[in-house]
Nanobody, 131 residues
Framework: QVQLAESGGGLVQAGGSLRLSCAAP????????FAWFRQAPGKEREGVSC????????LYADSVKGRFTVSRDNAKNTVYLQMSSLKPEDSAVYYC????????????????????????WGQGTQVTVSS
């Protein structure tokens, strides 16, 4: 399986910002929807955001609405997650993945029972928010 590559994580104070990047070396990103997930120690993997193949449609988990912004630059084969007003609860390993079937982001796209629809998972990038 060809893997995506996440980057941009780090240590930040509460209220700060980070921008995560998801690159796809060797193939283009524009055919399918992509999503960001996160997993904190001892917790289930959680869907964070989804973006359609064109970038015109986005979806966010309630916990990050108004603080996170997902975008994509298909010409650069890169998907981004801009994170602002970060909270300690946002601390997790963040992953990006490609939806294997869909080009759009229906309102159930981030559900735990839909994670099997995604593939090409990256290695993850650690985000740590201190209080």
């Amino acid at each position: 399986q060809v893997q995506l590559a996440e980057s941009g994580g780090g240590l930040v104070q509460a209220g700060g910002s980070l921008r995560l990047s998801c690159a796809a070396p060797g193939f283009t990103l524009d055919y399918y929807a992509f999503a960001w997930f996160r997993q904190a120690p001892g917790k289930e993997r959680e869907g964070v955001s989804c973006i359609s193949s064109s970038g015109s449609e986005t979806l966010y988990a309630d916990s990050v609405k108004g603080r996170f912004t997902v975008s994509r630059d298909n010409a650069k084969n890169t998907v981004y997650l801009q994170m602002s007003s970060l909270k300690p609860e946002d601390s997790a390993v963040y992953y990006c993945a490609r939806n294997l079937m869909r080009t759009r982001c229906p309102d159930y796209a981030l559900g735990f029972d839909r994670q099997h629809e995604y593939g090409h998972w990256g290695q993850g990038t650690q985000v740590t928010v201190s209080s």
